[in-house]
């Protein structure tokens, strides 16, 4: 096999498992946040139209990643449909999210391990936890995706557990409580906030190459995953909310700054801190994290790895290790970039600089979706995406709107976010692009 070959051995159920852990810790922690910005209503409007989103855009992508099986995914479909500039552009954008993402969660991990062991700093813990899990992927794709298929099954069963206890409790009318606190405006405010629910979906596309059968098997993995996230996410924000408005899920009791953590704050109106379900849904939940971390780092590693493969990245990037069969350069580089920006502190802001990357690559990936079809129709499509062309335009349209919110909104992540992709498109025409015409003549 060769030095940049990827090995087959992922089924649909791994698949299933990579796409609901890549997305899983956004039901833990992180939308609630999206409450303070527009209220139950607010919330609750922009997720309907991000879940619009992701159902087109999920089935939209599906049918490239299983006609164009490879592990740059976004990158690879930009880069046949719409040119090699488009190509660097959406690549660049997809591992800004997929490297962006997790220090957020590695910080959510160390302020959580640090609750049950305050004496040792958080960032030990998140460090800690970028060395394992990299190394856990590193040692080879069907253990790592082994590993997340467990820890997705328990988180789900946590969520569901959840649910369970605080559902008797629910009253319609706690979801009317100042429902809409900031008008119509804290829809649009609170729509990153939505995106995190589903955040990274789009990753299965970068393990189509190690996937067996991956023009039936992607598929499955897809719209099983997104099936089960938007039930999840569904079930979640209306149990939690439910039990005592959607103050009581941010604030905690005597605080004005909001909470990481609303699961515990809407379970603590229920029953008691002391409570075995109580410290249960502490426990599991910080597998939640775990599976979006562990998760992501994979996917962001496939990513980095077919930069590296086609040569937009130094070339080492896009070599697999050798008895393992990995992408383990591209892993450590991600790792070291992801404690670098662990070390900013400003977990919001990386949060929403991660969203900033999806969203770019959702637009490129739509846009690229209509360039395949026209550019080649003789492409063999394993899967079609259903009602063509409404899905695949209002994917593009909804994360168009959702960009020019997040910008109005975030006006300064927003230059930070453009500052990285120009300055790296800067670099791509310069060198890059120069480099790859003189290797061709």
């Known amino acids: 096999m060769s030095d940049t070959q990827l090995k087959k051995v992922l ?42 989103m992701y159902l087109t855009f999920t089935f939209s992508y599906t049918e490239m990643a299983c006609a164009i099986p490879k592990a740059g995914g976004a990158f690879e479909y930009a880069d046949r449909g719409l040119g090699k500039k ?46 394992i899990f990299t190394a856990i992927n590193i040692l080879g794709v069907k253990l790592a995706a082994s590993f997340e298929l467990v820890i997705t099954i328990l988180a789900v069963i946590e969520l569901l557990i959840f649910a369970g ?36 979906i789009e990753g299965i596309a970068n393990v189509a190459e190690e996937t067996i059968n991956p023009q039936r098997n992607v598929l499955i993995g897809f719209g099983s995953a997104i099936l089960t996230l938007i039930a999840l996410c569904i079930l ?24 990481d953590s609303p699961l515990p704050l809407a379970i603590s109106y229920v029953i008691d801190s002391s409570h075995i379900l109580y410290k249960l849904l502490i426990g599991v939940g910080l597998l939640g994290l775990i599976a979006s971390f562990h998760g992501i780092i994979l996917a962001g590693g496939r990513a980095t790895f077919e930069f590296g493969r086609v040569g937009y990245a130094p070339r080492v990037l896009g070599k697999v290790h050798r008895r393992f069969k990995t992408p383990a350069y591209a892993l450590v580089i991600n790792m070291l970039v992801g404690i670098v920006a662990l070390f900013t502190g400003k977990t919001a802001e990386i949060i929403t600089i991660a969203c900033f990357g999806a969203l770019v690559l959702y637009i490129i990936s739509m846009l690229s979706f209509f360039a395949l079809r026209k550019k080649e129709p003789e492409l063999e499509r394993p899967f079609k995406a259903p009602m063509y062309p409404l899905f695949p335009t209002v994917a593009l349209i909804i994360a168009c709107i959702a960009f020019c919110a997040m910008t109005y909104y975030n ?31």
Do not use: D, H, R
Request: proline residues 6%.
């Open 236 to 259: 979640t924000f209306v149990s939690a909310v439910g039990v005592a408005g959607w103050e009581a899920v941010v604030y905690p009791e005597g605080s004005s700054e909001p909470s």
């Open 411 to 441: 006006p300064i992540t927003a230059l930070v976010f453009c500052g990285l992709v120009g300055i790296s498109y800067l670099y791509f025409i310069l060198f890059l692009q120069k480099n790859q015409q003189n290797s061709k003549s």
């Open 11 to 52: 089924s649909p159920l791994m698949l299933w498992g990579l796409g609901v852990g890549y997305v899983i810790s956004g039901m833990y922690f992180g939308w609630n946040l999206g409450l303070a910005e527009g209220g139950t209503y607010g919330l609750a409007i922009a997720t309907v139209f991000i879940i619009i």
């Open 165 to 200: 206890v605080t559902l008797p409790e629910f009253e319609f009318s706690n979801l009317q409580k100042n429902a809409l606190p900031n008008g119509f405006s804290g829809i649009f405010a609170a729509i990153p906030f939505a995106i995190w629910f589903f955040l990274a």
């Open 86 to 131: 488009m190509g660097f552009i959406a690549g660049i954008a997809q591992n800004i999210e997929f490297v962006f993402a997790p220090p957020a969660i590695a910080a959510a991990i160390g302020a959580y391990l640090n609750l049950l062991y305050p004496s040792v700093n958080f960032m030990v813990f998140a460090i800690g936890a970028y060395l």
